[in-house]
């Protein structure tokens, strides 16, 4: 079965500085990955995907997330952080009618 | 659109008590699921549909019913619940049965205590 995982359950940055929240897969076949972002209390709002083509998939909110085959790596990154970036960021693989999400990072931006 | 809604808000069951929380979305979505949230595992797919009169299992179906008798509505049902399924429970929607491709819509949540 597909699977993602999140090694870090946590990122701190400072506002202003580059973000990167990484992400790594296993599946067979094509990989379809997502990012989702939830802020406390709320359901999950979509991010960005790749499927397919240019492995620099661009995103709302100025998210931007690089795929990597041969790393199996679809890392999540802003240049810029913000104090209203700070949320709750999941990845996503989704095969066969079936998607699995990573545990999740905790993005915690300081001003 | 109200886009994915989900009622209700929050719950408080005894343990053996069943109850259906309900999802409907306004969007003509042939894909519908159910997800259930806990710390430090993201989400978890229970059961799922790709339409009307058709539902199949996920990663954690034991213990949930569903089913799809309108493309708008899909109830999850607990027959006899336990403290295990204390958790938020999301219910997300696509728009094409192609769904590998296609972004899924989050409600609100349901949050669920089993005492």
């Known amino acids: 079965a597909q699977s993602v995982a999140q090694p870090e359950d946590q990122v701190n940055v400072a506002e202003g500085n580059p973000l990167t929240v990484k992400c790594t897969y296993s599946v067979s076949g094509n990989p379809y990955l997502f990012w989702y972002v939830q802020y406390p209390n709320r359901g999950l709002q979509f991010l960005l995907k790749?499927?397919?083509?240019?492995?620099l998939v661009k995103g709302s909110y100025g998210f931007e997330a690089e795929f990597n085959k041969s790393q199996t790596s679809f890392h999540l990154k802003k240049p810029s952080a913000l104090v209203s970036d700070s949320a709750l960021y999941f990845c996503?693989?989704?095969?066969?009618?079936?998607?699995?999400f990573g545990a999740g990072t905790r993005l915690t931006v300081k001003p | 659109n109200a886009g994915v809604t989900q009622t209700p808000k929050f719950q408080v069951l005894k343990t053996g008590q069943s109850m259906t929380l309900q999802c409907a979305q306004d969007m003509n979505h042939e894909y519908m699921s159910w997800y259930r949230q806990d710390p430090g595992m993201g989400l978890r797919l229970i059961h799922y549909?790709?339409?009307?009169?058709?539902?199949d299992q996920g990663e954690v179906p034991n213990g949930y019913n569903v089913s799809r008798s309108t493309t708008e509505d899909f109830p999850l049902r607990l027959l006899s619940a336990a403290p295990s399924q204390t958790s938020v429970y999301f219910c997300a929607s696509s728009y094409r049965t192609d769904f590998n491709t296609e972004t899924q819509y989050f409600g609100p949540g349901t949050r669920l205590l089993v005492l």
């Open positions: 790749y499927i397919t083509g240019d492995n």
């Open positions: 996503a693989v989704r095969a066969f009618n079936d998607m699995r």
């Open positions: 549909s790709v339409g009307a009169g058709i539902t």
